[in-house]
Each structure stands twice: as C-alpha cells, then as structure tokens.
C-alpha cells in the first residue's frame, strides 16, 4: 500500500488546517488508520486512529480540536485540526495499521 498526505501548511495560532490522506492497495477499508505527529528532536506521536468500523479514538492533547474521518469509497483518511497552537507544529504521517504502512508526512507549522 502507498500512503500520500496532503494539506500541511502554515497556518496562525487559533487556525483550522484539513490534512487528507490518500491510500492504495486493497486492504484499506479493513484496516485501522491512524494519524501520527513528529515535532523537531521529539519522538514521533500518536495523535488519532480510526477502526474499520469507524471508531475513533484520540491523544489526550487533541483535547476536542481535531477530528478524523474516513471515506472507505475513495480510500482516503482526514483529519480537521482546529484551534493549533504552536506546539502542533510537526510533521504528521498517516499510518495504515494492516500492513504497517506510513505516508511520507505533511508539514504542519502554527505561528505564535
């Protein structure tokens, strides 16, 4: 499977960004997705998943501000990120849980 992110940018404190993740291969409506996060000298993070059957679960410093999504028809994953503050700046990766697949990462940087 190929995992391409898309809609990373800069973006002011308080604003919104939809990032969208476009997968290939066969499995992806069977698969959890997930979206992960890595800040400059951080480890990479967990930020929000997506079961086949559409439960999502989220990183407690989401706290209410992103939401993911999917759409199993078009083989795409989302998250809407509201409310960023400066610390979601990082680059964030898509993940495909079947298969252990990541994306190459889409950056996301939140001015003060």
């Known amino acids: 499977a190929q995992l391409v992110e898309s809609g990373g940018g800069l973006v002011q404190a308080g604003g919104s960004l939809r990032l969208a993740c476009s997968a290939s291969?066969?499995?992806?409506?069977?698969?959890?997705m997930e979206w992960h996060r890595q800040a400059p000298g951080q480890k990479r993070e967990f930020v929000a998943s997506?079961?086949?059957?559409?439960?999502?679960n989220y990183a407690d410093f989401v706290n209410g501000r992103f939401t993911i999504s999917r759409d199993n028809a078009k083989k795409m994953v989302y998250l809407q990120m509201s409310k960023l503050s400066p610390e979601d700046t990082a680059v964030f990766y898509c993940?495909?849980?079947?298969?252990?697949?990541w994306g190459q990462g889409t950056q996301v940087t939140v001015s003060s």
């Open positions: 993940h495909q849980a079947w298969g252990n697949y």
């Open positions: 291969g066969t499995f992806f409506s069977a698969s959890a």
């Open positions: 997506i079961a086949n059957n559409g439960r999502t």
